[in-house]
């Protein structure tokens, strides 16, 4: 029987975990679930839509509900509301308040014995396994992390519910230099300021105060007060003609030496046309990997941490043995 999915939530991120469900067969899309009025919502391949007021009647009919929403206001609120009736997954990305955002969801889906996992994607997610397991290679060593140029769907998004602002994109850019010292194996020490810059293209609405906005953004905690961010301020029309897409990647980079001193760089990279559509592909996987925990009594809450890869696939372990071993 297939995996019944609920998506919470419809923009990029929802849109994109429709569009995944369509590519695993041992999944089905039970409905997208909306704030807006569902009549003026038009899903990419026929899924039906209902109003978010009324999750709660799907209890019995959804398996698993895939949290589609931001992580500034969002999910921190629904994640733990939903997880007294589902078992859940989010892409929470605000890496401060993780081990917070952890607390909340477990209290309540323990108590309620639902299964949730919190905070997939690629990073955290993917990034995150990819730091774990370089760690444990080259435990005399230095993790790195840099990402893009791409777009934030996070961050993008937590300019946007600043009061004002109409649309905005933003993109996070490696510092060429940090990057190029980091893979030549010196270890270099980085600040935060020193990995990356910040760069904002915000649509302002008629008569905003677009040097409230620009002071909102730059001291922004979490997102943008510990970075060199430009904020340039453009009409609908060029931000839709010239940042219209969703492009991101990035890189996680473990340098270190073993025990006869010799050095050695381990590099995971991410290049990714789409970063709604790929991090959507992700809480996909998991949310399959939930299914199989929930069934096994496994309640409370997970990250990508805690689970076996193996729980990800649609294969047996057979099947992953005779393929990937």
Not at 18 to 35: H, K, S, W
Not at 39 to 66: C, R, W
Not at 280 to 288: G, I, Q, W
Request: aromatic residues 8%; charged residues 20%; contains cysteine.
């Amino acid at each position: 029987m297939a995996i019944r999915i609920g998506i919470y939530g419809y923009g990029n991120l929802g849109k994109g975990v429709e569009l995944a469900i369509a590519q695993n067969p041992d999944m089905q899309a039970v409905g997208v679930f909306t704030r807006r009025a569902p009549e003026t919502v038009q899903t990419l391949t026929g899924v039906p839509v209902y109003s978010a007021d009324g999750v709660l009647d799907f209890q019995d009919k959804i398996d698993i509900m895939v949290l589609c929403g931001g992580s500034s206001t969002d999910l921190p609120e629904q994640t733990p509301a939903l997880a007294k009736y589902f078992c859940v997954v989010d892409s929470f990305d605000t890496h401060a308040k993780i081990p917070q955002h952890f607390e909340r969801v477990n209290a309540v889906a323990t108590a309620s014995q639902k299964t949730a996992v919190i905070s997939v994607g690629w990073d955290p997610g993917l990034f995150s396994l990819a730091r774990l397991y370089g760690g444990c290679v080259l435990p005399e060593g230095n993790d790195y992390t840099f990402w893009g140029k791409g777009v934030s769907q996070g961050h993008s998004d937590a300019i946007r519910r600043i009061d004002g602002v109409a649309d905005a994109k933003q993109y996070t850019i490696p510092v060429d230099e940090a990057l190029s010292a980091v893979r030549r194996g010196e270890n270099p020490t980085l600040s935060t300021r020193e990995k990356h810059k910040r760069e904002c293209f915000v649509v302002a609405k008629e008569g905003a105060d677009k040097a409230r906005i620009e002071k909102e953004i730059v001291t922004m905690p979490n997102y943008f007060a510990d970075y060199d961010t430009t904020v340039h301020f453009i009409s609908q029309a060029e931000l839709n003609e010239k940042h219209g897409g969703l492009p991101h990647g990035g890189v996680v980079i473990r340098s270190g030496k073993t025990g006869g001193g010799n050095q050695h760089v381990v590099e995971y990279s991410l290049k990714l046309e789409s970063n709604a559509e790929f991090t959507a592909s992700v809480l996909v996987a998991y949310a399959r990997a939930v299914y199989r925990l929930h069934a096994e009594g496994a309640y409370g809450c997970k990250t990508a941490l805690d689970i076996p890869p193996a729980y990800l696939s649609p294969k047996s372990r057979e099947e992953l043995m005779k393929t990937l071993l």
